[in-house]
């Protein structure tokens, strides 16, 4: 083997690095472990909110010490392998979209006093009410006013086409619904793009039925205060002129004159300083005493001389900033003063229309420690409107500055390429102020035209808020503000005890996979195990270095990689087997039989691999998590299994000096499978009858059951908060109220301690009377009573055996339609993309098409089955996870169908004049050790989760065993039989 040494060096330097990274993540669990026995009382309750409490003080503290190199909570947390929702939880936040803050930019921000009254009346009435904002605002309308038109109020520049003078009520009333429910769905659509960017996978985001709330979970996120910036910024982009200091020193001076007088005449009236600052603010007029003799100072100081004699004047006065910086300084203290002072009507007259004053987002400290905020005077426009807004905004990326400071670079479209260069060439030695949400971040200097719809955002960021700003841009701005009204920590969906499970099955399963391959290929079955864990190794070290994250749809992609690992490894031993059989001398059987099995290897990996980056591409949420996983999973068992195992077995020969001694079977597999004959192709009428009976009863039985039982990711349903006197398992409440729900979709997790739970059910969703609320309720109370407990209506304090139900809320489904979509095009792309590789490489569409019927004939077999398992009583939800089995067994049935491909390739490349049906029996017989070989590895892992997984992991791996099983029969039965239909019997290669 060439490049052995190579192959050696990577190899361990891929370990150290996975070792390295993969550390983090042990140090991360240890101090969550504290943080729980920190928020854990002498009950065994835990209160997930001191939990979070314990993480944020030390959240910048180090807390891993490696090799002298010092490592705080926050740079563990980012290195880290992170998990989904399903897996470890994570943050709760319920946002509330603001109609009052549409319905008001409708009006053009109308002054009418009743329109403004009945807004606020509205806002307070729909917290007790179920009716929509806009109708709540129309009753308290015509309550203040009545008789009075709406169209009086909206018929507007803004709105023409849409309201006029002579509109109705309720044509108007239609306009403001459509507006403030475009308005939600849009804040819906921003707020999930910024999620998908924040670096987590599988957020659930979902709307409240008839509300304009939305409901967010994000896997771990434990910096609460950066995703609460994340979701509440409008991200309203604005480019503004900067007025310089000087050609605002009326306006300053005419301010400080009127506060001086003001403050003079106090003091003749012998008012006391409270008592002044009641009417006249006085400690705001202190703080602008010596406004005109800063404003007015000489311009060749220093900017340091400048910035330190405001470090010593305890009033804090308008200052001006000299070199390149003009503009007003405070310190942070006392802005609240400012602000007061520029409210006031006296002084908003002493302001030009065409100026306005804007903070900075960030204090910058001086020397002293004291913090200071730059006041920002921009130029306003005859329509008020910025010159420039991000709506032209085409892409945005963190990246650095001259300084090497993190900063946001910014792309635009044509239009605002234009308009920024004529703004930039208008400005050339001035400032421009780049405000997001009224705050300037940035007002550099512009030292010329710039052409081309570059910008930059340099506001003294870190890398973690340049990356969320440059999220928020590309995302989009909010139509309208959000605000947090509830906020907590959730568990996992898939229970700890469920956790434990299947984590215990899956290592039970690959000890079963581990012991068989040394009882199948003795010394070759070591070889191959010590790849195989490597091969796992990997995988997670590579996620944690990509700061990916781990869900229960990526464990599907790792168990479908154990599987193709192991195939080609068999594919390996057995290709030297057939070698040695022929009575060619160890090593050179160990060449002949790689590079014989390289052909199969690279084609079966090279298809799923290309799945994995179509699914990614297109995919959204589990879609693109399993491509993650899938992708790298499968460039890590390529590695293990062709070069890994073949250094260790090289070497294994080299220091034995008896040769013949090596060997790759034992008694088990001397005479396993070999010589088996027989005309596959022959049977397959009976295999197509077979298939067809069974798809078509499975199908049947679907619709006797009343349809697939979708789980609440795909229906949505009613939620409710349910608090207990004790600690409770999730995942055990979970399945003895699916039976009260009548096995409908139900999902339960904790919820801000592990005494609470949330409880959501897709039972009697398409009715949404008040009748079937009440219904679906009084059977969540059965079945919690079902269970031993008594139901506390007053929910007061309720003891060990008592709960209580706290709230109740409808909600969407987490995977929306738009997901649906993408989900169907990504996995028929994906199908598309198989067809045309293997249409490359074996030369005839009918290899193709062949494959992709193979895979259609699965995936109906596995929603067949389920039918099946309905029909008998037995009910498995079609949830997110249930996509993901249904792609692992894509993934795996091709590349089952590829391995008999390519051998039907290499036969005919040898005898060209072969008869076709012939030689696919062949190949089928010649690759059906391998076939089963594989197959059953991959099935030991799969039964035991199975049967030890427990009731919550029961659909994913009931989908996965018959995906498996029939994904081998596909490929004998199916696959290769619809090639000879539509290539022709008898026909000649």
Known sequence: MRNKGGVIFLTIIVTVLCLYYLSFTFVSRSVQNDAIAQATDETGTIDFSKKQAYLDSIWTQPVYNF????????????????????????????????????????????????????????ASKQATSQSSFVDLFYESYQELAPGSKLSSIFAIAANRGRISFESTDAEVMEVLKKEVDDAIDRSFQILRTRIDRFGTSQPNIQRLQGTGRIQVEIPGADNPERVRKLLQGVAKLEFWEVWNIDEIYGTVSAINDFLVKEQKANAANGLSEEAASTETASSDQDALAALTDDASADTTATEDSALDSLANNEVSPFIALLKAQYGLVYSVKDTA?????????????????????????????????QEVLELNAVKIGRNGQAPLTGEVITDARQAFDQRGQPSVSMSMNAEGSKKWRKLTGANTGRRIAIALDNYVYTAPNVNGEIPNGQSEIAGNFTIEEAKDLANVLKAGALPAPTKIVEEGII???????????????????????????????????????????????????ILAQLGASLTLPGIAGIVLTIGMAVDANVLIFERIKEELANGVDIKEAIRLGFSKAYSSIVDSNATTF?????????????????????????????????????????AIVARTKDTSKITFETALSRNMLKNITGNFIQKRKAAYAFSTIFIVLGIAAIFIKGGLNFGVDFTGGRSYVVGFGKPMVASELKVSLAKTFENTGTEVKTYGANNVLKVTTSYLIDDDSDEADVKVRERLIEGLTASGFTFDAQGTEVSAEEFTISSTSKVLPTIADDIKDSAQEAILFALLGIFLYILMRFRKWQFGLGAVIALFHDVLIVVAAFGFAGLLGISFEIDQVFVAAILTVIGYSINNTVVVFDRNR?????????????????????????????????LLVVTVLLVFGGEVLRSFSFALFIGILFGTYSSIFIATPVVVDFIGKGKKS
């Not at 068989?516 to 191959?528: L, N, S, T």
């Not at 998590?625 to 590695?639: E, K």
């Not at 190949?923 to 391998?930: E, V």
Request: include cysteine; proline fraction near 3%.
């Open 67 to 122: 090799l002298g190199f010092k490592f705080t909570y926050q740079e563990v947390k980012e290195t880290e392998l992170n998990l989904g929702l399903d897996l470890q939880g994570g943050m709760h936040v319920t946002l509330e979209v603001s109609p009052v803050d549409i319905i008001k930019g409708l009006s053009g921000n109308s002054e009418d006093k009743n329109f403004n009254e009945a807004l606020k009346v509205a």
């Open 337 to 369: 003063k400012i602000n007061r002072i520029l409210k006031r009507k006296e002084v908003q007259a002493l302001i030009p229309n065409n100026i306005d004053f804007k903070w900075s987002h960030k204090p910058v400290a001086l020397t002293d420690g």
């Open 491 to 541: 568990g996992p969906t898939l229970g700890k005890e469920a956790q434990a499970q299947g984590i215990i099955s899956i290592i039970g399963g690959l000890g079963l996979v581990v012991l068989f391959m040394i009882a199948y290929y003795y010394r070759g079955g070591f070889v191959a195990n010590i790849a195989l864990i490597f091969n796992i190794f990997f995988i997670l070290g």
């Open 610 to 650: 290309l799945t994995g980056i179509i699914l990614y591409v297109l995919g959204q949420g589990p879609i693109k998590g399993f491509a993650v996983t899938l992708m790298i999973g499968i460039a890590c068992s390529f590695f293990t299994a062709v070069f890994i195992t073949r250094v260790i077995i090289e």
């Open 906 to 938: 290499e036969f005919l490349a040898d005898n060209p004049a072969s008869d076709f049906i012939s030689t696919l029996n062949r190949s089928i017989s010649s690759t059906l050790n391998r076939t089963v070989m594989t197959s059953l590895t991959t």
